[in-house]
């Protein structure tokens, strides 16, 4: 595979987390960690089913613990912390605060082997974070104490993801099909958790089931398979940079499916943490 062929289907990943926020929205009131259960037990079964037919299985035994262990708090911990935060705060707000993962990975990797942490990498962060502020002191609903801990999760969220992301390049080696894995243990850890601190409450329409499904067949599952791909042989520098599109596009679907309310500050908020992120990764591409 080509180094551009795999940037382009890690390209893909991007494009499905944009209807991430739009699903979660719409398997309301189910709780987040069984959300988390449901979603990862469908991608996770799926992603092992096709490495069974690919022959990918046997490959798995080799792989290290660590890279489960990474790879399992990585997705269970992002997850877990966002489907909460669009529970306790409005979807626009904490996703685009969640988003703000693009421009940490940016400014992580500065601190990788090999890389250095320029002062464009600064200046792009000061900007994104200006934009997550203007967006919970300015946004739609102006600030509330009452969404305060949502959007805390959010940022812990974006934390955690850009965390992952970073880290997973120092075991490129492991194969794609450990990704199944790593959503059938986010299931499995999920579901003891949801039973002793949450209610259950399944999805009570049509529309509420479809929203699940939708989040395991593609942000929730096949975007991290392609994703994985895109990381550790594509080019990471410009997969980075055109991740700082899903804030926009999250936004846009969001606004389109009449779940937010176009404004002023959210565009601005937006085009901010879109316009930092750029900015860091301008930074990163210079010899």
């Given at each position: 595979?080509?180094?551009?062929?795999a940037?382009?289907?890690?390209?893909?990943?991007?494009?499905?987390w944009?209807?991430?926020?739009?699903?979660?929205?719409?398997?309301?009131?189910?709780p987040?960690?069984?959300?988390?259960?449901l979603?990862f037990?469908?991608?996770?079964?799926?992603?092992?089913?096709w490495?069974?037919?690919?022959?990918?299985?046997?490959?798995?035994?080799?792989?290290?613990?660590?890279?489960?262990?990474?790879?399992?708090?990585?997705l269970f911990?992002?997850?877990?912390?966002?489907?909460?935060?669009?529970?306790?705060?409005?979807?626009?707000?904490?996703?685009?605060i969640?988003?703000?993962?693009?421009?940490?990975?940016?400014?992580?990797?500065?601190?990788?082997?090999?890389?250095?942490?320029?002062?464009?990498?600064?200046?792009?962060?000061?900007?994104?974070?200006?934009?997550?502020?203007?967006?919970?002191?300015?946004?739609?609903?102006?600030?509330?104490?009452?969404?305060?801990?949502?959007?805390?999760?959010?940022?812990?969220?974006?934390?955690?993801?850009?965390?992952?992301?970073?880290?997973?390049?120092?075991?490129?080696?492991?194969?794609?099909?450990?990704?199944?894995?790593?959503?059938?243990?986010?299931?499995?850890?999920s579901?003891?958790?949801?039973?002793?601190?949450?209610?259950?409450?399944?999805p009570?329409?049509?529309?509420?089931?479809?929203?699940?499904?939708?989040?395991?067949?593609?942000?929730?599952?096949?975007?991290?398979?392609?994703?994985?791909?895109?990381?550790?042989?594509?080019?990471?520098?410009?997969?980075?940079?055109?991740?700082?599109?899903a804030p926009?596009?999250?936004t846009?679907?969001?606004?389109?499916?009449?779940?937010?309310?176009?404004?002023?500050?959210?565009?601005?908020?937006?085009?901010?943490?879109?316009?930092?992120a750029?900015?860091?990764?301008?930074?990163?591409?210079?010899?």
């Amino acid at each position: 595979m080509t180094r551009m062929r795999a940037t382009s289907i890690g390209f893909v990943a991007v494009l499905l987390w944009a209807l991430l926020a739009l699903f979660t929205v719409g398997s309301a009131p189910t709780p987040p960690l069984l959300l988390n259960t449901l979603c990862f037990a469908l991608g996770g079964t799926l992603g092992l089913i096709w490495a069974a037919k690919t022959g990918a299985l046997a490959s798995l035994r080799k792989v290290p613990l660590k890279v489960y262990v990474l790879g399992t708090l990585g997705l269970f911990g992002y997850h877990a912390l966002y489907f909460s935060a669009l529970r306790l705060a409005p979807a626009a707000e904490a996703g685009l605060i969640a988003y703000l993962w693009p421009l940490l990975i940016v400014v992580f990797s500065g601190l990788l082997p090999g890389e250095r942490f320029r002062m464009g990498h600064l200046i792009g962060a000061a900007i994104g974070f200006g934009g997550a502020a203007l967006l919970i002191l300015g946004g739609s609903n102006g600030f509330s104490a009452q969404y305060a801990l949502g959007y805390g999760l959010a940022f812990l969220c974006a934390l955690t993801w850009s965390s992952y992301s970073v880290l997973s390049r120092l075991v490129g080696d492991a194969p794609t099909a450990t990704v199944g894995v790593f959503c059938l243990a986010t299931a499995a850890l999920s579901l003891p958790l949801h039973l002793v601190f949450e209610e259950t409450v399944f999805p009570v329409t049509a529309l509420g089931w479809a929203s699940v499904a939708g989040l395991g067949l593609g942000p929730v599952g096949l975007a991290f398979f392609v994703w994985d791909i895109g990381v550790k042989q594509g080019d990471i520098q410009l997969l980075g940079t055109s991740s700082y599109a899903a804030p926009l596009l999250s936004t846009l679907v969001l606004v389109l499916a009449g779940v937010a309310a176009p404004s002023y500050s959210l565009l601005w908020a937006a085009l901010l943490i879109t316009g930092g992120a750029v900015a860091a990764a301008r930074a990163s591409l210079r010899p």
